[in-house]
């Protein structure tokens, strides 16, 4: 063989070969760039609960204290009302009678003066403890405190959801994409360039 035809049939060679690469070139120039579509964003979210104190003034009513049993009253045993009820009872029963009879009738009006007395101081001591049950309430504020939880919602990310094809692929960003649709780079979308359709 001639060394002009291998030489020739090797710059064939050569030739087709660099004319395949540049076209090849021209058909990915061509394409451009891959976008994949962004086809959904949601929102993740979680529930934050924040307890805190509440305070408040509150008015509260109170009923005056009534004292009860021979502890309530100052006098106990009724010495005043006994001692006041035999004088008079007493004196009453001087000016009835005469000689041994007047001193009976004494001693008989001093007796049943005594328990009178009693009985009545017994009775005016009753109706003032009625009276004191019944007398207005006394009022006092006091503060009480309870404890409520606020709740809001904190967004913690947005899960993707993007097609590149037949196949629909989610990732999880921090901030949701500006667009509908990304570049992807070897296959992967670059968040980074997230672009509107009609741009």
């Known amino acids: 063989m001639s060394k002009s035809i291998v030489i020739g049939s090797t710059l064939a060679v050569l030739g087709l070969g660099g004319l395949a690469f ?9 394409r451009g760039p891959e976008y994949a579509e962004i086809t ?18 509150v008015v509260v009513a109170s009923q005056p204290e009534v004292p009860t049993g ?4 100052r006098d106990p045993h009724r010495v005043v009302g006994t ?26 009006g001093a007796i049943g003066g005594g328990l009178a007395g009693r009985e009545v101081q ?33 967004i913690e990310g947005y899960k993707v959801f993007w097609r590149h094809g037949e196949t629909v692929e989610t990732s999880r960003l921090d901030n949701p994409p500006k667009g509908d649709r990304v570049l992807l780079g070897e296959g992967r979308p670059q968040w980074d360039a997230v672009a509107s359709s009609e741009g």
């Open 22 to 30: 540049g076209a090849f070139q021209i058909q990915e120039q061509q």
């Open 40 to 57: 959904n964003v949601e929102t993740l979210t979680r529930t934050v609960e924040i307890p805190r104190e509440v305070c408040e003034q």
């Open 70 to 73: 021979q502890g309530a009253s």
């Open 83 to 108: 001692a006041a009820g035999a004088i008079v009872g007493g004196l009453l029963g001087n000016q009835v009678g005469g000689g041994s009879g007047k001193t009976i009738a004494t001693l008989a």
């Open 122 to 154: 017994e009775r005016v001591e009753a109706r003032q403890h009625a009276q004191a049950a019944q007398s207005q309430p006394r009022t006092t504020t006091r503060q009480t405190c309870r404890t409520v939880v606020d709740t809001h919602l904190e």
